[in-house]
């Protein structure tokens, strides 16, 4: 019997690329060579007919090469061949107005394209049963294959840093600005035990540049983004309720942006943790005990993957997380009025943010025993589901079905 033969065109080689593209498919090549064979092509070849000819199966994250405009035509063309188009989707077309890119989604019509490319490929596959419900909309072949987690990668099985304080963390990008406004106040009601805990904002990030326009003549100039202008510099503020809660040489070190490490004689209750690449970001999960996952409640959000939970499972970190879309799916909320019950995480309702973010923070910092058994239970939730060997056998299988 001859292999399958698939061709995979990543959107990029940041996040989306690897855990929605490059890791499933290098797994897929691994695990089931037997029956594939897997090419990874980041700058496909658009014009020649031969190149497509040789796959029975193409998958593409949104689009076809960063083609959005003829992207349409490119995939009917490779349907008309007799090949499988395969369009993978992890978050919603249309960003919330917060959105950083939002802006730049509506006047290039990039959300319209995304749809038109959905209803033309063949079949869809996604992160979530939710996104699988709204995707339908426009596509009726829309299969669920989760993010998942190669266990053997080494940013998973980074050894926990000891600490005498309890840890809470956040790591992300620069488009949450809206979900971190959750916590703000959180940390001035944590005040009085500011020396039992610490706080570790990952994936501080001052890169980028400005646009300014000349209001007279309306000439546009761009230049680099200062520190303090950026977005991480105002997470950096909900962090430490605007620089109250550290002293001032310690501020004064953070204003300075440096990437040179803070020295210290005792433990300190803030700590800026620099942006990593792709493949050793999870390392940063080493640093806290806690996982912060707060997002606001609205479309974009909701459809979007549990990946913060699986990770923090996968490093057997307890989290805190909103009540919201993607945390809905595997957590359960581990207390009743006031006392701990079999649940795997703590969840806080949008209608009481800034109270329970603070009281199930206190409440962990009071029992820290309780946060390690969290981790346990979570990660007995997601250790076989979001396994991405798993993951990859029933993509082999639902491959295989397509291409009969």
């Given at each position: 019997?001859?292999?399958i033969?698939?061709?995979v065109?990543?959107?990029?080689k940041?996040?989306?690329?690897?855990?929605?593209?490059?890791d499933?498919?290098?797994?897929?090549?691994?695990?089931h060579?037997?029956e594939f064979?897997?090419?990874?092509?980041?700058?496909?070849?658009?014009?020649?007919l031969?190149?497509?000819?040789?796959?029975d199966?193409?998958?593409?994250?949104?689009?076809?090469?960063?083609e959005?405009d003829?992207?349409?035509?490119l995939?009917k063309k490779?349907?008309?061949?007799?090949i499988v188009?395969i369009?993978?989707?992890?978050d919603?077309?249309?960003p919330?107005?917060?959105?950083?890119?939002h802006?730049?989604?509506?006047?290039?019509?990039?959300h319209k394209?995304?749809?038109?490319?959905?209803?033309?490929?063949?079949?869809?596959?996604?992160?979530?049963s939710?996104?699988?419900t709204?995707?339908s909309?426009?596509n009726k072949?829309?299969?669920?294959?989760?993010?998942a987690?190669?266990?053997?990668?080494?940013q998973f099985n980074a050894?926990?840093?000891p600490s005498?304080?309890?840890r809470?963390?956040?790591?992300?990008?620069?488009?949450h600005l809206?979900?971190?406004?959750?916590?703000?106040?959180?940390?001035?009601?944590?005040t009085?035990l500011?020396?039992?805990?610490?706080m570790?904002?990952?994936g501080?990030?001052?890169r980028g540049?400005?646009?300014e326009i000349?209001?007279q003549?309306?000439?546009?100039k761009?230049?680099q983004?200062k520190p303090?202008e950026t977005?991480?510099a105002?997470?950096?503020?909900?962090f430490?309720d605007?620089?109250?809660l550290?002293d001032?040489n310690?501020?004064?070190?953070?204003m300075?942006?440096?990437?040179e490490e803070?020295?210290?004689?005792?433990?300190?209750?803030?700590?800026?943790v620099?942006?990593?690449p792709?493949?050793?970001?999870a390392?940063?999960?080493?640093?806290f005990?806690v996982?912060l996952?707060p997002?606001?409640?609205?479309?974009?959000n909701r459809v979007?993957?549990?990946?913060?939970v699986?990770?923090?499972?996968f490093?057997?970190k307890?989290?805190?997380?909103?009540?919201?879309g993607?945390?809905t799916i595997?957590?359960?909320?581990a207390?009743?009025?006031?006392e701990?019950?079999?649940?795997?995480?703590?969840?806080v309702?949008?209608a009481?943010n800034h109270?329970?973010w603070?009281?199930?923070?206190?409440?962990l910092?009071d029992?820290?025993?309780?946060a390690y058994?969290l981790?346990?239970?979570?990660?007995?939730t997601?250790?076989d589901?979001?396994?991405?060997?798993?993951?990859?056998?029933?993509r082999?299988?639902?491959?295989?079905?397509?291409v009969k």
């Amino acid at each position: 019997m001859s292999k399958i033969k698939v061709l995979v065109l990543p959107s990029d080689k940041t996040g989306v690329g690897k855990f929605r593209s490059v890791d499933p498919h290098v797994m897929l090549q691994n695990n089931h060579s037997d029956e594939f064979h897997v090419d990874i092509d980041y700058e496909p070849k658009i014009n020649d007919l031969n190149y497509w000819k040789q796959y029975d199966i193409v998958h593409f994250h949104r689009t076809i090469a960063h083609e959005y405009d003829n992207s349409v035509n490119l995939i009917k063309k490779l349907n008309s061949l007799g090949i499988v188009t395969i369009m993978d989707l992890d978050d919603y077309w249309l960003p919330t107005k917060e959105h950083p890119v939002h802006q730049m989604v509506i006047q290039t019509n990039l959300h319209k394209k995304i749809i038109e490319n959905l209803k033309v490929a063949q079949h869809i596959t996604t992160t979530t049963s939710v996104f699988a419900t709204e995707i339908s909309k426009y596509n009726k072949s829309v299969f669920v294959l989760p993010n998942a987690i190669n266990p053997k990668e080494s940013q998973f099985n980074a050894k926990t840093e000891p600490s005498d304080r309890l840890r809470f963390g956040w790591l992300g990008g620069s488009s949450h600005l809206h979900d971190l406004k959750l916590l703000d106040g959180t940390m001035n009601k944590l005040t009085p035990l500011k020396d039992k805990f610490s706080m570790y904002l990952c994936g501080f990030d001052i890169r980028g540049t400005v646009t300014e326009i000349n209001q007279q003549t309306g000439e546009q100039k761009q230049r680099q983004i200062k520190p303090e202008e950026t977005v991480w510099a105002r997470y950096e503020e909900i962090f430490t309720d605007n620089y109250k809660l550290v002293d001032e040489n310690h501020k004064d070190y953070l204003m300075k942006f440096t990437e040179e490490e803070y020295k210290s004689n005792t433990s300190t209750f803030y700590n800026r943790v620099w942006t990593k690449p792709v493949t050793s970001y999870a390392n940063n999960y080493k640093w806290f005990d806690v996982s912060l996952a707060p997002i606001k409640n609205h479309v974009f959000n909701r459809v979007k993957s549990q990946l913060k939970v699986i990770e923090a499972g996968f490093y057997k970190k307890a989290i805190i997380a909103s009540n919201v879309g993607p945390y809905t799916i595997d957590l359960k909320h581990a207390l009743n009025k006031g006392e701990f019950t079999d649940g795997n995480a703590l969840l806080v309702d949008e209608a009481r943010n800034h109270s329970d973010w603070s009281k199930y923070m206190k409440k962990l910092i009071d029992n820290p025993n309780f946060a390690y058994d969290l981790g346990q239970k979570l990660y007995e939730t997601v250790k076989d589901t979001y396994d991405l060997n798993v993951v990859t056998k029933n993509r082999a299988e639902l491959y295989k079905s397509l291409v009969k």
